[in-house]
């Protein structure tokens, strides 16, 4: 990307950013912080506060804070360029916040406050380094052909991450499944879940006897598409919340009792690994490496907020 091409990408991205608050925060200062209005889906309630000081809070909630500082670094471009593209997008939210605490449409905050609770007497020294992570990355996105990404990540791959396509039918050029050799350390990496009949057919609410189980696989990792059970189809993503399964990449095998099922990894895979992350910044790799492995053809700006 040459120099001149870089600084007018850099001033679109600023200019959408600036167009947002304006319209969204009562027409303030661009020199002034970006603030935002998170919702608190527990207490049902709005608090505002500063941009980054909630990048903070995302990355205390959505990362290990033992973890090291080029993964946590990873893992601050991640949340802010996930949080700046739901700003941008203008995702709905109650009470008419800009964003929320809530995992299902959001990303997971942590105040200060609960992280002290959480940690105990190693507390300080850990909201010092996710801070440090964070401020250290300020203002810096993920954008893909001029746009901010969808930074979407997870817990433990484990092995191999998954194409976008796979898991939700919608191909993202930037998540493409990529082979990940450093989430192992993971209690996720692979594990199982043993499952008696009866517990089966009522979690699945079947009604007859299971007489036949079949996998149909994704490739390239083996993540499940779907599972057909005597002559019922599931989705994979059904079977996982159903059955409380640790992600979609499963073999299973069967006796008298039951099914054994192997599970490999956490969560729906697609993106950055969270442990391969930190696996890889054991390795020397920085947060620029890190998230290049996981984003496929992505560039990493700093935009002013």
Same mark, same amino acid.
């Not at 870089?6 to 608050?21: A, E, G, N, Y």
């Not at 700003?87 to 997971?108: G, R, T």
């Not at 992570?133 to 810096?140: D, H, K």
């Not at 599972?227 to 095998?253: C, E, G, M, Y």
């Given at each position: 990307m040459?120099?001149?091409?870089k ?43 500063p941009f980054e000081?909630?990048?903070?809070? +995302?990355?205390?909630? !959505? ?5 090291? /500082?080029?993964? @946590? $670094? &990873? ?19 109650p ?17 200060q ?9 190693k ?37 191999? +991450?998954?194409?976008a !396509? ?5 191909p /993202?050029?930037? @998540? $493409? &499944?990529?082979?990940?050799?450093y989430?192992s350390?993971?209690r ?12 089966l057919r009522?979690?699945?609410?079947l ?12 490739r390239?990792?083996?993540?499940v598409?779907?599972i ?5 189809h599931f ?9 409380n ?6 073999q ?12 490999r990894?956490?969560?729906?895979g ?8 930190n ?16 984003y496929t ?9």
């Amino acid at each position: 990307m040459d120099k001149n091409r870089k600084l007018i990408l850099i001033f679109l991205i600023s200019l959408i950013i600036i167009t947002v608050i304006i319209i969204q925060h009562n027409q303030r200062e661009k020199s002034e912080d970006l603030h935002i209005k998170l919702y608190l889906s527990q207490q049902q309630q709005v608090i505002e506060l500063p941009f980054e000081e909630y990048i903070i809070g +995302t990355v205390a909630a !959505e990362m290990p804070a033992n973890f090291e /500082l080029e993964a @946590l $670094k &990873a893992q601050a471009v991640c949340a802010r360029t996930y949080a700046l593209r739901k700003i941008i997008e203008n995702h709905k939210y109650p009470l008419n916040a800009d964003l929320s605490d809530d995992i299902c449409s959001c990303q997971a905050y942590c105040s200060q406050e609960e992280f002290k609770k959480r940690h105990g007497d190693k507390q300080g020294k850990l909201w010092d380094k996710i801070s440090r992570a964070v401020n250290s990355t300020r203002g810096e996105v993920l954008l893909y052909d001029g746009k901010l990404i969808d930074a979407l990540y997870h817990s433990t791959c484990g092995g191999y +991450t998954a194409d976008a !396509e796979e898991v939700w039918g919608n191909p /993202l050029p930037y @998540l $493409k &499944a990529v082979k990940c050799n450093y989430c192992s350390q993971s209690r996720f990496y692979n594990s199982n879940q043993i499952i008696s009949w009866d517990d089966l057919r009522k979690q699945l609410n079947l009604k007859a006897r299971i007489y036949e189980i079949k996998i149909i696989p994704y490739r390239p990792a083996g993540r499940v598409r779907e599972i057909i059970i005597n002559d019922r189809h599931f989705s994979a993503a059904s079977v996982r919340h159903d059955l409380n399964l640790p992600s979609t990449w499963w073999q299973f095998k069967t006796n008298s009792n039951g099914v054994i099922i192997n599970s490999r990894g956490y969560g729906h895979g697609v993106g950055m690994c969270q442990y391969g992350a930190n696996g890889l910044a054991m390795n020397n790799k920085s947060y620029e490496q890190i998230l290049r492995i996981y984003y496929t053809g992505v560039s990493l700006e700093k935009i002013r907020l």
